[in-house]
């Protein structure tokens, strides 16, 4: 038994230089105390439903300080917390959500009992004597082997640039590469090879970079960003190698019932055909969030006419929500669920979102958030899982690329049983 002795929450800073919790966990094994740390990141593209995270709304940070979670991790959440058994996630997480109370933790927040969730997991991994993943792995029953696809978000619009473009992330897919440690190889050469096509173009300023690592460039047609990436990968000729993705993010231009891409307003019905147009002209092989986080109609249609061919993912859809997952299910929406701990706060949760998702067949892309810290949790998850595919944002600033370094730690340590990616759609 490893118990629970200090549990400590406190405030840091994430990507964007906004508060975030960190907690650390002190635990007692083998009559010695131990420590682990895990931190919460936070999105700025939100999905209505997501779990609430809990600021102060006022005072220092602009209101965006997170001592009000602090103090209930230090008067609520600790006190039922110490002696538990750090091996036993479930219960621990349990009894965080009924001490909550809430459907979205708007009791305690979300970024509390995260926080506490991702620790728990780190301290049962060293209790066991075991890797983070391995110890995910037991969680939800499989036998970690397998790395993930890094999709790399290298152009960046909607809520994560100051640019015009609509369409919130870019991506490239090197589903092609034989392997992970390849796959970043391209990735990472296909970034440096698009920042100088960027800066000849349109001049030093293209190749600022938004939220999360991708570059912004003064472009306002959603397809330039495709054309310049093709671009790159011909020149290195990966053009063979790599698929293209999207996070459209359509809640964040849809407005009384149209959808407004390019100055031209679109109900759901068109916007589908202009997807389809995308689909037909470019290598895309993934589409994320392409409607409004509640037009069922619209992801319904969509994944009949595409869902054979292309993944479509439910991201503000699903909310990383087995409640939301099962409506999706029903009405024949989607065929992936984006996987993000924190839209529903706690580890327990969102494996169990992940394991519904597979045994009803969609696939799974876990997922970073634009407010990320140096924590690479994620990268252990997305192996525990075998899911094959994980977003992380460019690769560039360490809180991405911190992610995708500890991928490359694991698949060193696999060594010849590492097995790469999920091609099932990805692969085009």
Not at 160 to 175: C, K, R, T, V, Y
Not at 269 to 290: H, R
Not at 408 to 427: C, F, H, P
């Amino acid at each position: 038994m490893a118990s629970i002795t200090d549990i400590i929450g406190r405030q840091i800073l994430d990507s964007r230089g906004n508060p975030t919790v960190e907690v650390e966990l002190k635990f007692e094994l083998e009559q010695r105390e131990q420590m682990v740390r895990a931190s919460v990141p936070s999105g700025a593209s939100t999905g209505a439903l997501e779990a609430i995270e809990l600021r102060d709304g006022s005072g220092p940070f602009r209101g965006k300080g997170v001592t009000k979670a602090l103090e209930k991790i230090q008067n609520v959440l600790k006190p039922k917390l110490i002696g538990q058994d750090c091996t036993n996630q479930k219960a621990i997480d349990d009894i965080m959500l009924g001490l909550d109370g809430t459907e979205n933790k708007g009791e305690l927040g979300a970024n509390a009992i995260l926080g506490i969730s991702a620790a728990v997991a780190r301290a049962g991994a060293v209790s066991k004597g075991v890797t983070l993943y391995e110890h995910l792995g037991s969680i939800s029953n499989s036998k970690p082997e397998k790395l993930p696809i890094p999709v790399m978000n290298i152009i960046n619009g909607g809520a994560h640039a100051g640019n015009n473009l609509d369409f919130q992330e870019f991506m490239i897919i090197p589903s092609g590469a034989a392997s992970y440690s390849e796959a970043v190889q391209i990735g990472v050469e296909t970034y440096a090879e698009l920042k100088g096509i960027l800066g000849k173009k349109f001049g030093p300023n293209a190749t600022n970079i938004g939220d999360e690592g991708g570059f912004a460039p003064p472009l306002n047609d959603v397809e330039e960003p495709f054309k310049l990436i093709l671009e790159a990968l011909t020149e290195l000729g990966y053009e063979k190698k790599v698929k293209l993705g999207i996070d459209v993010a359509a809640s964040q231009f849809y407005k009384d019932k149209k959808y407004i891409i390019n100055k031209k307003e679109l109900d759901y019905s068109e916007l589908l055909e202009f997807y389809k147009n995308l689909a037909s002209t470019y290598p895309i092989v993934s589409i994320e969030d392409p409607f409004d986080e509640e037009d069922w109609e619209g992801f319904t249609a969509m994944t009949k006419e595409l869902g054979n061919k292309i993944q479509i993912v439910g991201d503000d859809l699903f909310v990383t929500n087995v409640k939301r997952i099962k409506i999706g299910l029903e009405k024949g929406a989607c065929n992936s669920v984006l996987l993000k701990v924190n839209q529903i706060g706690s580890v327990s949760e969102a494996i169990g979102a992940a394991l519904y998702a597979f045994e009803n067949d969609y696939t799974i892309m876990v997922s970073h958030r634009s407010g990320e810290t140096e924590d690479s949790f994620i990268a252990d998850l997305a192996v525990s899982l075998n899911c094959g595919q994980i977003k992380s944002g460019a690769p560039a600033r360490s809180d991405r690329t911190a992610k995708y370094n500890q991928l490359l730690r694991i698949e060193e340590q696999l060594g010849s049983n590492a097995k790469y990616g999920d091609v099932r759609y990805l692969s085009g």
